[in-house]
Every structure is written in C-alpha cells, then in structure tokens.
C-alpha cells in the first residue's frame, strides 16, 4: 500500500526522567539501572534473545559521548535478564576514525567500548566497508526500502542509548537520529543525506575501477582519461560508490533539506524497530552545539540535566527538547557568545544554533506513521 498520512489519536506515552543528584548509596550508574527499572525494560522478554545495544562509538578526539561505564552497567543488567547484548554501530559516510570496520573498532575501543571497560563486544553492523546491510521493504513517503545495517537487522532487541546534543543538519541528535541515521549502512546513510545521485571529482578520483566492479547497476565505467564516469540513465542513487571509494572520488551531490531529512531519519527509525521490541534511554549530559561525529566538541550549552528513558523514542525525543528549551545557556558556550545579554531560558536552542534546520519535521512524521506520539507524561523518580 502506498503511504499515506493518517492521523492517529494516541494516549500520552511514559517518559521517565532522573536527574544527576547523588548520594553514597545511589550512583549516577545506580540512578540509571533503577530508571530503566521504573521505566517497565524488564517487560520485555529478553531469554536467548540478540540484543542490538545502539550507541555512537565517538569520533576519536570527540569526548562528549555516553560514557561507557553507562553502558557497562545497563549490559550487565541485560545479561542478568538472559539477553544476549552486544554493542553496535554502523560506518560513516563521511571519512574519518569510523569509516570502515577496522578504524571504527579500533575507535570504540579506544573510547572504552570494550568487553573490558563496557563489558560487551562490539559489532559493527554494516561490516568493513559499509556495504553489509538488509534492505527492509516500507514503501514510505521518503523511503521505500530503509538499508538497515545486517546486525542490526538480525537482532531480536533493539535498545538505544542515546547521548542528546545539537546537530547542524537535524536540529539535534536523540534516540531517532541515533536509531535512524546511525543504524543505516554507508548507502542508507547516502539515501537519507542526500537530494541527488552522487557525482566524480575528478580531482580526486585515481580510476582503480572499484566503483565501476561494485556498482550493482552497471551506473559507473572509466572513461578515456582514467576517472570514472556516471551514467545517470542507470544510477539509482544507492550511494554505494561512495560507500566504497576510499579517495573521495565518489561523493554526494546536493544535500537534502532539513525537514526531508529528518523525514527520512523517521522512516528509517520505523524500519529499525520494525516487529521488534525496543526501548530508549537519552543522556541530557555534555549537551553540545554539534553532533558526537566532529573530531572535537565544543562546550557544552546547558546545564548537565539527567537521564530519560521511554519505549515510545518520539515522545522521549520531545521530552528532552522540552528539557533543554526550559533550562538556562550556560555562560561561555556557543549559544551564550551569540545572545550575552540573554539566558534564553524558554526558547528554542537547537534553532537559535542552526536556524535553517527543523527538527520538528521529523517528530511530526514520526507520529503520522505510527512511530510514536508527541505527546507524554513526565514522570520524575
């Protein structure tokens, strides 16, 4: 069936949030295990279940991702619930420390994603080069077919762990953008980036044909001058020459807008937890202008608030944007040097910092498919 907008009257979905107040008999990793306690995860049969613990690894010399003691924590828990946990994340489309299956292992383990320090394997789900992954048919408005990372695909859980920051083309990052873009394989992530099919620079392509080898369309030849060549009639805009060109010979053509793109995060977000059982926590810490895939972070722009945690990720995504409007900028941060005068308390942080982009466009299509409700009850411990 063709997808179309229906509306859906849900009741409120349950967000239950802690704050970081601690004493000597309730740690912060303490706080976190009864959060997601209170919060029903033990609902949820976990016996001989795979359980895909989704998560960004952080781009090395980044520092503001989940800590893995978190992580260590919630997998023991897990454990102890008869799952069998394991920690993943998919490839990048952009080059960097996480761009390939070798790099990116070697990045989480450096960060302590580790089965000493998280006390879990890590898995990267669209393999070495970005090109494992299981096409799960939706026929969305954006999305027909979301390319979903193969392990994550094949998990029987997903649970996300979310570290919430702002993000230059989404407005910010949370549990969908974690679930949805991160979850995607190299070429998903080039579906969802994208407005159009990929082009050559020639400045930089060498012609070793990989492209022309891997492109299941027979789109790419090299031509007479020893650089590759699109033939558009074909190229059905797969991305999966720049999935695998390591020269940034093959790269993006236009980016697409912010509300097609957040669209697009949803679906794929759908896609993820398709028939399967999920549940979210979001980490309102280290809250930083820009997304954990920069190879630094700036500061912080609020105040460090708490933990939430929801099965429902759209209303868990609205509660801690809820969080971060009402809370005060931090003096020294990026939002405080462009409005010195103002603790813009109240106010839309992620659109004084990125003004062109709209991350209500995508919570609302969240709703209109089905993926979750705006609406939630706020439940203090």
């Known amino acids: 069936m063709p997808w179309q907008k229906t509306t859906i009257l849900m009741k409120p979905s349950e967000v239950y949030f802690t704050n970081l107040r601690t004493t000597p008999s309730s740690s912060l990793p303490v706080k976190m295990e009864r959060l997601v306690k209170r919060a029903g995860i033990e609902k949820i049969n976990f016996q001989n279940q795979f359980v895909a613990v989704k998560l960004h690894f952080g781009e090395p010399g980044n ?47 450096a960060n302590g994603f580790n089965p000493l320090s998280a006390l879990c394997n890590v898995i990267i789900a669209d393999g070495i080069k970005g090109t494992d992954y299981r096409e799960i048919p939706l026929n969305g408005k954006y999305c027909k077919a979301p390319k979903i990372g193969t392990a994550v695909a094949d998990a ?68 007479t001058i020893r650089k590759a060549e699109i033939d558009y009639a074909r190229c059905v805009g797969c991305g999966q020459c720049v999935a695998l060109c390591q020269f940034q010979g093959a790269v993006l053509g236009q980016w697409d807008t912010s509300e097609n793109l957040n669209r697009k995060i949803a679906e794929y977000t759908q896609a993820v937890l398709l028939g399967k059982p999920h549940f979210h926590l979001s980490f309102i810490m280290n809250v930083s202008p820009e997304c954990d895939c920069w190879n630094h972070n700036d500061a912080a722009i609020i105040p460090d608030l708490g933990i939430a945690a929801s099965f429902d990720p759209v209303a868990l995504d609205q509660a801690c944007a809820d969080l971060v409007t009402s809370a005060p900028a931090l003096r020294g941060s990026m939002l405080d040097e462009a409005h010195p005068d103002e603790p813009l308390t109240g106010q839309d942080k992620f659109r004084i910092l990125h003004p062109d982009t709209n991350w209500e466009a995508g919570l609302d299509h969240a709703e209109a498919i089905g993926l979750g409700t705006r609406q939630y009850t706020l439940i203090n411990l």
């Open 63 to 109: 520092l503001a991702y989940i800590r893995p003691n978190y992580v260590a924590h919630l997998t023991s828990l897990l454990r102890s619930l008869g799952a069998k946990p394991f920690l993943t994340d998919c490839n990048t489309l952009y080059s960097g420390g996480r761009s390939n299956a070798v790099d990116h292992l070697e990045s989480a383990v």
């Open 156 to 223: 029987d859980i997903i649970i996300s762990m979310n570290h919430f920051k702002g993000h230059e083309q989404s407005g910010f990052g949370g549990a969908l953008k974690n679930l949805g873009m991160g979850a995607a394989s190299v070429a998903g992530k080039m579906e969802l980036h994208s407005g159009s099919q990929p082009v050559i620079d020639l400045e930089h392509c060498t012609g070793c044909g990989v492209c022309v080898k891997y492109c299941a369309h027979d789109a790419v030849r090299i031509n």
